[in-house]
């Protein structure tokens, strides 16, 4: 049996040759005679696996010595509490509503205090991202929220939004290391490593020091304190090692493949080649309004749910897999995250031509 063409929005495809890696070190890493699995997360084995990721991440993003990089548990879910619980000191937050994921994030938040939604794109069912030029920002706002890229509806914030000063949080789960980013522009990007990075159970954030404070919400745990994390270099507690070790494997991979631009531009020709095709068919249309086209997720329709139905099962038997659409959308969704070669996108491309002609 070899291996799919994995559609999957997370967790999801991993480069082959990072699968290939770590399955050559599994029952040895490095002349340990161990597993990395079996071994101590206070080993200097361990030490150097969780320093090099670090200092790769770092490499890659460009990040400035005042931000803190945390490798942590919980998935990108546990941050849609622990980002009020350490940062809503005045107890009001603003947040910019353009899918599922953030709309869990405003209603977490609410928890813990005021949340003002100061933009929504729900009124066209996630489809666009609003125009963020001139938000009424709350003036005592602690901070901005977005979800950079919607994974489920597949929008992505081509420009950020004008926060007016305050501090800017993002989910970007779904965009992680797909492409250069200024780091400075926020005060916490943070992710789950499962949608563009690596296995799940490892959610990395990076976060600006002075965000990183004593002063957090009463009855906040010690396990959800940022500064519990950042003081232990993220080993106060047994850490998700192996997932530790996926991601530096894939940050190494990014790097030999050229760095964040290099994932961008081939990116951008991924998705080029599938939205083109979307453009101009005459069965299939994507759902994203263009100028707002996620890189990443591509969902898609052909207007009838049975067809989508019929096509999932005849791409699965291609080879072609986990292309339905979330369950709270229906329809069919592609994610071409940094590892599905462009061969992947090119034979779901030929796939759908021969289903169109097939199906009209
Ligand atoms: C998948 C996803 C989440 C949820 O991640 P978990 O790790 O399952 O909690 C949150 N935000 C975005 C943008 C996602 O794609």
Redesign the pocket.
Known sequence: MGRVYNFS??PAVLPEEVLREAAAEMLDYHGTGMSVMEMSHRSKAFGEIIDTAEQDIRDLMGIPDNYRVLFLQ?????QFAMIPMNLMKNRVADYIVTGQ?AKKAAKEAEKYGKVNRIASSEDKTFSYIPDCSDLPVSEDADYVYI?E????YGTKFKKLPDTKGKTLVA?V??CFLSEPVDVTKYGIIY??A??NIGP?GV?IVIIREDLITEDVLPGTPTMLAYKTHADAKSLYNTPPAYGIYMCGKVFKWIKSQGGLGAMKEKNEKKAKLLYDFLDQSRLFKGTVVPEDRSLMNVPFVTGDEDLDAKFVKEAKEAGLENLKGHRTVGGMRASIYNAMPYEGVAALVEFMKKFEEENL
């Open positions: 929005a997370g919980g998935g990108a879910s546990q994921w979800c890229n919607n994974t489920i989910d789960s779904s992710g789950g499962q949608k799940a959610v």
